[in-house]
Structure formats: structure tokens, C-alpha cells
């Protein structure tokens, strides 16, 4: 059975930088969608990252060059690297293996 297991979340202060990082139990050489979507407290469900088979990467609006997304196929995983946080980024985020769906990870960015 398929697990992702997403690990890196937490609490950091405004400006300050956290890694998420999602591992997938199975290949994701042939998975042509990863990625990162986030909703945050009475908002709704949005899209952080994605990173497709080909390369290609799409960012969300509000990411304006904080976030780098990158994929390594080697270790069946993604990662997030998320830079200037501020407190709208506060939420929980979901790793995507297209069409599978993490638990979520937690985070909190105080002002």
C-alpha cells in the first residue's frame, strides 16, 4: 500500500525558513505530478508547488520567489525549501503524488 510521508513541518518565526520534505513508499520515476498544496485556517485548499516528471515547475501566486521546489528520484521524494515566511503562510501542507494525498504537516509561523 502507498504511504507518503511528509516530515518537516513545525513552528518559526517571521523571516525564518523551514524544509518539508515528502517521501513516497513507491517509485515516482513514472509519477508525472508532485507537488505541495497548503490550506490554511477558514481558507481554502491552494496550491504551494508543483514539479512535474518533465521538470517543469508551477508556484502558486503568493509564493513571489520564497519557496524552491525540487524532486529527486533516486530517494522517491520532494522537497520544499520555504524562505521569508510570514504568518499567512501558516497551515497545514499536503504533499501530492498525483492523485494520491499526504496526511499533512503542520506550519505555524509566529509574528
Known amino acids: 500500500q502507498l504511504q507518503l510521508v511528509e516530515s518537516g513541518g513545525g513552528v518559526v518565526q517571521s523571516g525564518g525558513s523551514l524544509t518539508l520534505t515528502c517521501t513516497s513508499s513507491t517509485t515516482i520515476v513514472d509519477v508525472v505530478t508532485m507537488g505541495w498544496y497548503r490550506q490554511a485556517p477558514g481558507k481554502q485548499h491552494e496550491l504551494v508547488a508543483t514539479i512535474r516528471s518533465t521538470g517543469s515547475i508551477n508556484y502558486g501566486d503568493f509564493v513571489k520567489g520564497r519557496f524552491t521546489i525540487s524532486r529527486d528520484n533516486t530517494k522517491n521524494s520532494i522537497t520544499l525549501h520555504m524562505a521569508s515566511l510570514i504568518p499567512e503562510d501558516t497551515g497545514v501542507y499536503y504533499c501530492?503524488?498525483?492523485?494520491?494525498w499526504g496526511q499533512g504537516t503542520q506550519v505555524t509561523v509566529s509574528s
Open positions: 501530492l503524488r498525483s492523485p494520491y
